[in-house]
């Protein structure tokens, strides 16, 4: 069983499935994708996520606004808190730095990461954090405002080891997504292979990122095992292990969507002692 711990479901590409995402879910769910975490971007789409949700007993949500999306009035602590609480999300985020772009302000993007982080630590739930070109900021932030017991993830990470190492000391997950799979990502390749297995998710960003052989495609969570048989591949592990493994850290880690865990899940984990 795998988990898609990142997904954008509200933006679905209309050649996948015809756009309709109940269909890409039960694609999913035939290659034995169980759980699926729907990924806020803006607070304005906060209801159609918690929509899905309802509609989806699988389906989780976060709540945040992304570090480039660019936003009339900055949201406050208390707004990302009321909407995490109203909807019912399992996450803050995504939220994070990226220096990559220029088109939000470096002090903007700043300022709404430790916004994020504050109204993490205040309702006790994990952050989701995207990080581009940003290290040290990242660092600095997590260091100060998260609490390692809560701790969070580090997602569709392709930084340096020694910060996927400095984040897992803070009490992060790392998150891979199909770039592990490209030719030329040969350096997250080897955080498949050096990272510990208890500290690793595996994602899709949906629908970012397809990996091999889907490259140039629209991506969709059926393809997070993709990404789990390349992390197998490079451990000399197999397919099930990295499955069970990823799935277990991903409870551990959100537990405010342990309870919907299907009966299936909990007992197969229960089973293999990973829980």
């Not at 009490?171 to 799979?181: A, Q, R, Y």
């Amino acid at each position: 069983m795998f988990v898609d711990s990142h997904c954008h479901l509200d933006r679905l590409d209309p050649r996948t499935h015809d756009g309709d995402v109940g269909a890409a879910l039960a694609a999913a769910r035939a290659r034995g994708v169980r759980q699926f975490l729907a990924i806020a971007t803006t607070l304005e789409g906060m209801p159609g996520l918690a929509a899905l949700a309802r509609e989806h007993d699988d389906v989780a949500i976060s709540a945040g606004v992304h570090p480039l999306h660019e936003v009339p009035e900055e949201p406050s602590v208390e707004a990302i808190m009321e909407a995490a609480d109203g909807h019912g999300a399992v996450a803050i985020g995504e939220t994070g730095l990226d220096y990559h772009y220029d088109g939000v302000p470096r002090e903007v993007q700043y300022e709404r990461f430790r916004r994020h982080l504050i109204a993490a630590t205040q309702l006790g739930l994990p952050v989701i954090i995207h990080t581009r070109e940003a290290r040290e900021d990242t660092l600095a932030l997590i260091r100060e405002h998260v609490d390692p017991d809560v701790g969070g993830v580090l997602h569709c990470f392709t930084e340096d080891l020694d910060m996927a190492r400095e984040a897992v000391g803070q009490g992060f997950h790392i998150s891979l997504s199909g770039i592990v799979t490209f030719r030329n990502a040969s350096s997250v390749r080897e955080l498949a292979r050096r990272l510990p297995l208890d500290r690793l998710l595996i994602e899709t960003d949906s629908p970012y990122l397809a990996p091999v052989p889907h490259r140039g495609k629209p991506n969709e969570p059926a393809w997070v095992v993709e990404v789990a048989e390349c992390i197998a591949a490079e451990r000399g592990i197999s397919v099930e292990e990295v499955a069970m493994q990823t799935t277990a850290n991903f409870y551990r880690l959100f537990k405010a969507a342990a309870p919907e865990a299907s009966s299936e899940v909990r007992q197969s984990l229960a089973k293999a002692g990973l829980v």
